[in-house]
């Protein structure tokens, strides 16, 4: 559905989001094949403890999960700094409806960057994971759509696990620094869009030796590098002791609050997240029109991704409904099922066979969106596609299904593979069927005065 949009100045503006509470609990990933890491309970080899913040309906740890899917993003922390100074991080962004996954490896003074760039790589496996885990808290709340983030040292690791990654949508580096492995070079190796922060104030890793080569050694076809004019190394996070202690000592020149470049940095994350975690093209215009007048930064650009504008309007003929956008993927939904798809409908238009609200999800290149919903009333056999004579609702069933028929005649079932499983004599009207049918797909043939129709039937026990 379109975006709703508020103006917060006359320059910028923010996608209005619906608010969630945000839930909390540690999960212990285990990669067998190597040791050490942080935490226990995860089994046999290196230990990746993990804190997650979701989005929840009433704030604690270990509380359900509000209904619906999030995307991941998967953060790492500085160097000698702890997963909770983040905490502003997910308070604004858990939200807005953001899974965020914090491994607290390689938190002590001698840190390995191959190890945690690794770490972050598997948690982001991991966490996808969780979603088919029955006895995860966030069990089918979790999109297939994840990022990876990260500060300082977790910056540069998160170019080590972008690199030759095809799982993740994009990145997102805080300040990255130069790792060993380097970071520089492994960015030649990372293809998904990319967004780097920078800071002119920071003196702990100077732009010109950290993160502008590792921008421009990035091999994605989309990034951009925003440079916060008078911003901090350290300011990304709340004041944490090791991070503002060597800020302290090395000088830079800090014009701004901390709060302040919390500001400008999610005048920018936000719209990057929606637009690859959420497929919503139209913050792409956001992110740009902000950057290009946004008088808090500097910036840097090379992306030839393009970013179609779906339309999302519906043209109404009775029971048939079409979508106005050409081009693209369709996937019909019915609105009164939590938007729950209509097997096998992926066609521009949809013929409604019972009354209902529908709506379509039209995918075109990176970008998602979903139109209005449609109300279908006073649906009746004289509307149905002429190719039949009957009504078969609800479609999909769990096996409980009403047919209409306009004429006397003889109901089949008939598997895919030709198997006749049900077959009775039906008069004309409405019939009551109570099948008792694995989930799948099936034919329902109607036989009446030498005539042989067919209709989908689709059974789902899920419904």
Known sequence: MKSIIILLTTTFSFVLFGQHEVGHTTITFNDAGRTGGFGSGGGPGRQIQTEVYYPADMAGTDVAATNGEFPVIVFGHGFSMSWDA?????????????????????????????????????????????????????????????????????????????????????????????????????????????????????????????????????????????NILGGAHCYYANSNFSCDLGETASGGTITISRQDQHTIMFRYVIPWLNLYLKSDCAENQVFENDIMNDGDVTYLSSCTTTFPAIDVNLTVNGPLLTSDHIGGMYQWVDCNSNYSEIVGEQAQSFQASQNGNYAVIIEDGPCKDTSNCVQVTNLSLDQLNKKTDFLVYPNPSKGDITLETMTAGIIQIVSLDGKLIFEKDNHAGQTKLNLDLDEGIYILRYLSDGEHQIERLFISHKQ
């Open 86 to 226: 983040y905490e502003n991080i997910w308070e604004e962004l858990v939200p807005r409806g953001f899974i965020l996954a914090f491994p607290r490896t390689e938190g002590g003074f001698a840190p390995s960057h191959d190890e945690f760039g690794l770490d972050l790589a598997l948690v982001e496996t991991q966490m996808q994971n969780e979603n088919s885990n029955a006895s995860s808290v966030l069990f089918e709340h979790i999109t297939s759509n994840s990022i990876i983030m990260g500060h300082s040292m977790g910056g540069g690791a998160t170019i080590l696990a972008a690199a030759n990654n095809s799982n993740i949508k994009a990145i997102i580096c805080l300040a990255p620094a130069e790792t060993t492995p380097s970071a520089i070079t492994a960015a030649a190796n990372v293809s998904v869009p990319a967004l780097i922060f920078s800071a002119d104030g920071d003196a702990v890793t100077p732009a010109a030796d950290h993160h502008t080569p590792i921008y421009n050694g990035l091999g994605s076809s989309c990034k951009y590098f925003v």
